[in-house]
């Protein structure tokens, strides 16, 4: 068991069964397997890997539980949509955080990891098989070349700075009265990129982030509607 993402659950009031703390546990497990020949993620054993991108992925859990319901109900709205789960896009995946994290924390819903680097893609291939993750498809494409208004929700992690290009892919890809949730770190930064790109968008919510064992470091959700 990796300790720290067992604290980490348990300091985020995170409750999860046993077959999704496996999963993580997997996940891991076959991170740092991998990065033994290519350097997927930058971690040096299985707590640190917890911590920087595990936990930090799941820390989002409950901004974004509130926000997939909102998304939900509105879907719900349209009689012949009523139960139908959310298609979730992680753009950008890398090594699979968070897709893979929160697809595990959201098994109801249905999840698309979006990577253009063909190795990478082989791993994610390879995990989402591995753990048996039923809600979650690989797609090895560049992000441009996504079909127009596929997801109701995008998250992503150090995938690229907002700025007008990426703002209106973003877009692009996103369906009517969908959402973008961007994992971004320091405020100053993020003022500076929500000045660049106010003229594209209808305002923003931040929402300020704690992750375990990284209390120092600040970390935040950027919200946008579209």
Request: hydrophobic residues 45%; charged residues 25%.
């Amino acid at each position: 068991m990796t300790e720290k993402l067992i604290q980490g659950l348990a300091k985020l009031d995170l409750t999860f069964t046993d077959s999704q703390v496996d999963k993580l546990e997997g996940y891991i497990h076959e991170v740092l397997e991998f990065n033994k020949g290519y350097n997927l993620m930058k971690a040096e054993n299985a707590d640190e890997l917890a911590v920087n991108h595990v936990l930090d992925s799941l820390v989002a859990v409950p901004a974004l539980t509130s926000l997939i319901e909102a998304l939900s109900a509105k879907k719900a709205s349209d009689a012949s949509k009523a139960c139908a789960p959310l298609s979730i896009a992680d753009i950008g995946s890398g090594g699979g955080c968070p897709g893979i994290p929160l697809a595990i924390a959201f098994p109801d819903q249905r999840f698309t990891l979006v990577e253009r680097m063909d190795k990478r893609c082989v791993f994610l291939e390879s995990i989402v098989k591995k753990l048996s993750l039923t809600n979650v498809t690989v797609a090895c494409t560049a992000a441009d070349a996504v079909a127009p208004e596929s997801f109701d929700l995008e998250v992503f992690r150090a995938f690229h700075p907002f700025d007008k290009k990426i703002i209106t892919l973003l877009f692009r890809m996103l369906k009517k009265g969908g959402a973008l949730a961007a994992y971004k770190a320091r405020e100053e930064k993020i003022l500076a990129e929500m000045d660049e790109i106010k003229p594209f968008i209808n305002g923003y919510e931040k929402i300020k982030l704690t992750v375990p064992f990284l209390e120092d470091h600040e970390r935040h959700l950027v919200v946008i509607k579209k």
